[in-house]
């Protein structure tokens, strides 16, 4: 995280960088009333079932409560935070929701609809109610967006608004935008409008998950004193906040008596402020607090600290070793290819993260629907033989190789085992390793390439289509920039996700993101390392941690 | 005495802005666009990032970057994050933290650290010397977070006897251990100080010829050594308590008190530089008050200082 993404950095999870920054904003959380039932796959259209306070509805506790860590937020708005999301989570409701294994359903919205991928009509649930109880109306998604997109505004979620018509009308290259609303949104009723696309894509109704907090709706009230709202928002979701945030103040969230959707469990959430993930630990120890996120260097220590109380949850992460292709001696494929069997995965999985990782063998992370088992096949396989055959092969190798990634996120021990296994099984003499001062350093030279060797490179999805991920890293401008993504990026494999992006039938779209990935595996412009988990420990007070797309759903936390 | 207040307060100002001249163009040269990296490996759309470059003025040249903020600082204005919050109110909620945490350390540092100098220095060479003498060079030897995180673990979690982070439980109880782990340091050198001072005074004149003149122990060592001795030790002891205000940054760390120290802490790891420079400031303006106080009040004890 935050790498400042704090956010999530805080929680810290990530295994590899999980610094403040860097997560935040990544991963996905909770927040979802319909997780259970109605589970029609991943589809764009469909109208999903019935919904809210179905199934196992069984109220709110009294009385009850928990303590989460976290990091000081900056920005409490969903259309700005960075930091936040945690909280974000907790009082707002996503149009759609999506569970761990990808599958799709309806929350705040009726139903999200499209012929042609392009033109979507998304349908709201009657009878819901911000925590003022103002309605949530067509138009409040409306305004939301169109705020969260207006360039001078500079909302750092903006981007996920992109693909809507009338997004660059408000973002023009240079001078102010003329008009502050987007020409693709348009109100139908009170509970319907309609979203054109500027291209088509069927993965819209994933977009509209749970994570993507610049999607969420905004009441007429946050407009007249939007930095009050930025400090106290009033969401639609299981709890509110009910006095604004102060600097380093607990941030405590009680249950919204009226919420339409399936009620919390527990009646109070208390987001302790931590500066150190490594406290945050140590009063877990203690007892002093019920929800704390592992990092990586924690991994070990949490086994042996916590045992079941440890939860390992699959995440929408995945960690690659770039690759420094502007560097000719990085253009053979076999080199690559050498690099890549040269690492045996599953004993750095042991070492450093406890074998709680899981090596990758695919170019997105299982979570993420129709991701192929294997599609990278034995160019990710540990074979220190063949990997030396295909170097010399290749011609050999001159020179030093230096890897490459930011200080200060705990990833210290896995870029020096990586180096090691290439030094000890490629016999390339001089590998070493060399971290940034921070994120910001990293950031800058990877951007403008100045790295001398393979990089630190992972992503964490913030809704679990293939396309993020693939998109992400291979298109360039698709994840809004390149910060840490593939150097080489195919034309052969954007087409590819640019045809999967247009199928409205997510059965077709899969095939053609695996059509991707069996191309990438050929040319192995990056190197796949690990899927992700996001970890958390609890006091013993915690009786269940329910999870979804690695994160945890607070609303659906009991204790005892 | 007008002239030498009013030289020391314009060399005040000149080490002022030296020194936050210097700490504003360190943080603006670290390498890595800031805005570009608020989102951390999620780029920000280029328009968001222009915007926030242009309102923050970071396409300036450092000298007018640096003049905008000390025209700003003198009207009393430390500027704002990247976020738009204001660095003086972030700051503010942290003072009494901060205050407190280094007061009490303060304390600690200076009755204990006294107390031993006293003892160690009225019976040099004894058993008690040697202990004090070894236990300060142990102590002031271990680094700061070993000697926190230990007694963190030992104290918090294992024996449950303080709490183990955070400021919940109030004072004394939630800054006793804390305090005692920024006091380390400065309780050494107190000890070591006033052991120094006690065998000087010990061996002057004047004491030689209070003991010839029969009087208690008491009130020779308790109003005329003390008194003698503790003039350096309280010199010291009052340059340390601005330290102590700055140098909290682990120890507030650690145990997770919401003080200026932790500010600057994730400021620094955040690449926050306006709350880096703004919080590095306000240490330094502390400082320097605290010095520039202390040589006055040197100066009206001993009026040789004045005239060099």
């Known amino acids: 995280m935050n790498l400042k993404t704090r956010t999530r950095m805080a929680r810290a999870v990530l295994g590899a960088a999980v610094a403040t920054t860097l997560l935040a904003g990544c991963a996905v959380g909770g927040a979802t009333d319909t997780s259970s039932s109605s589970s029609t796959a991943a589809v764009a259209g469909t109208s999903a079932s019935s919904a809210a306070g179905s199934a196992e509805a069984t109220g709110t506790v009294a009385g009850s409560s928990y303590i989460v860590s976290t990091t000081e937020p900056g920005d409490l708005n969903p259309g700005k935070q960075i930091t936040a999301y945690d909280q974000d989570m907790a009082m707002y409701t996503s149009l759609t929701s999506v569970a761990t294994d990808g599958t799709v359903t309806m929350a705040a919205a009726e139903s999200v609809e499209s012929d042609d991928a392009t033109t979507w009509t998304i349908t709201l649930r009657s009878g819901w109610t911000f925590h003022n109880g103002e309605p949530v109306t067509a138009q409040s998604y409306v305004d939301a967006w169109n705020a969260t997109a207006y360039g001078p505004n500079a909302w750092a979620n903006s981007g996920q608004l992109a693909e809507i018509v009338g997004y660059d009308d408000l973002n023009p290259e240079t001078g102010e935008p003329t008009v502050k609303e987007m020409s693709g949104l348009k109100v139908v009723n009170d509970t319907t409008f309609t979203v054109q696309l500027s291209a088509p894509d069927g993965q819209f109704p994933l977009q509209l ?50 919420y339409a959707g399936t009620p919390a469990k527990t009646e109070t959430v208390t987001f302790k402020m931590y500066t150190d993930t490594s406290t945050a630990y140590t009063d877990a120890l203690a007892g002093n607090v019920d929800v704390v996120g592992v990092g990586p260097e924690k991994i070990v220590s949490a086994v042996t600290d916590f045992g079941d109380r440890l939860y390992v949850n699959e995440a929408p992460g995945i960690a690659f070793l770039g690759l420094p292709t502007w560097d000719p001696r990085y253009s053979d494929v076999r080199v690559r290819q050498a690099i890549s069997m040269a690492i045996d995965r599953d004993s750095i999985n042991e070492a450093i993260y406890a074998g709680k990782y899981t090596p990758a063998t695919s170019f997105t992370p299982p979570t993420e629907p129709g991701t192929p088992e294997n599609a990278c096949g034995e160019w990710c396989t540990y074979d220190p033989t063949k990997a030396k055959e295909l170097l010399d092969a290749a011609g050999g190798w001159t020179g030093s190789m230096e890897i490459t990634y ?40 990877r951007t403008d390439a100045q790295i001398g060797g393979p990089y630190f490179s992972r992503w964490g999805a913030l809704y679990p289509s293939q396309q993020n991920t693939l998109k992400a890293f291979f298109v360039p401008g698709g994840g809004g920039g390149c910060t840490n993504c593939s150097a080489l990026q195919p ?66 936390i009991t204790v005892s | ?29 670290l390498k890595g666009d800031p805005i570009a990296s608020l989102a951390g490996d999620r780029p920000l759309p280029a328009t968001v990032v222009a915007t926030l470059r242009a309102r923050y003025h970071l396409d300036d040249p450092l000298i007018s970057q640096y003049w905008r903020w000390l025209t700003g600082v003198f009207r009393g204005d430390l500027g ?110 107190v000890s070591r100080l006033m052991r120094g001072s006690v065998i000087d005074s010990v061996r002057s004149d004047y004491v030689r010829t209070l ?38 940054i682990i120890v507030e760390g650690i145990f997770n008190m919401p003080g200026i120290g932790q500010l600057l802490f994730s400021a620094i790891r955040n690449h926050e530089g306006p709350v880096v420079v703004g919080v590095s400031t306000a240490l330094v303006i502390i400082f320097l008050v605290i010095s520039a106080l202390v040589d006055i009040a040197n100066s009206l004890l001993d009026p040789r200082i004045r005239r060099d």
Request: aromatic letters at 10%.
């Open chain 1, 209 to 258: 998950s749970q994570a993507m907090t610049g999607l969420f709706p905004m009441p007429k009230a946050a407009f007249t004193d939007l930095d009050a709202y930025n400090k106290q928002p009033i969401g639609n979701g299981p709890y509110m906040m009910t006095t604004p945030h102060e600097e380093n103040q607990d941030i405590v969230l009680t249950a919204y008596p009226d």
């Open chain 2, 211 to 248: 003991w010839a003149k029969g009087l208690s122990e008491r009130r020779v060592v308790g109003v005329h050594v003390l008194r003698n001795a503790g003039i350096p030790v309280l010199t010291f002891a009052a340059i340390d308590l601005g330290y102590l205000l700055g140098g909290a």
């Open chain 1, 491 to 556: 034309q052969e494999v954007q087409d590819l996700i640019a045809q999967a992006d247009g199928q409205v039938d997510q059965d077709k779209a899969i095939e053609f993101y695996q059509q991707a990935q069996a191309v990438l595996a050929e040319q192995l412009p990056i190197i796949p390392m690990f899927y992700e988990k996001y970890m958390f420990v609890t006091s013993e007070k915690i009786t269940a941690l329910p999870s979804s797309q690695g994160s945890p759903v607070w609303a659906g």
């Open chain 2, 1 to 29: 005495m007008t002239r030498f207040v009013l030289r020391r307060l314009l060399e005040l100002l000149v080490v002022f802005i030296g020194v936050t001249f210097v700490i504003y163009a360190l943080v603006f040269a």
């Open chain 1, 406 to 445: 930011p200080g200060g996120f705990g990833l210290d021990e896995l870029y020096k085992a990586y180096a090691n296994q290439i030094r000890r099984n490629l016999g390339i003499e001089d590998v070493t390793t060399k971290a940034t001062a921070d994120f910001a350093e990293f950031a800058q030279i």
């Open chain 2, 80 to 189: 704002t994050d990247f976020t738009g919050r204001s660095v003086s109110e972030r700051m503010a909620s942290r003072w009494p933290t901060t205050i407190v945490l280094a007061l009490t350390a303060w304390v600690l540092e200076v009755v204990i650290g006294a107390g031993l100098g006293l003892i160690s220095g009225l019976r040099q060479g004894g058993t008690i010397d040697r202990a004090v003498l070894l236990g300060t060079i142990v102590i002031s030897s271990i680094p700061i977070f070993v000697v926190a995180v230990t007694s963190q673990l030992l104290l918090g979690v294992n024996w449950g006897w303080v709490p183990v982070a955070g400021t919940q439980e109030g004072w004394p109880v939630a800054f006793l251990l804390p305090a005692a782990c920024l006091a380390v340091f400065g309780l050494a050198a």
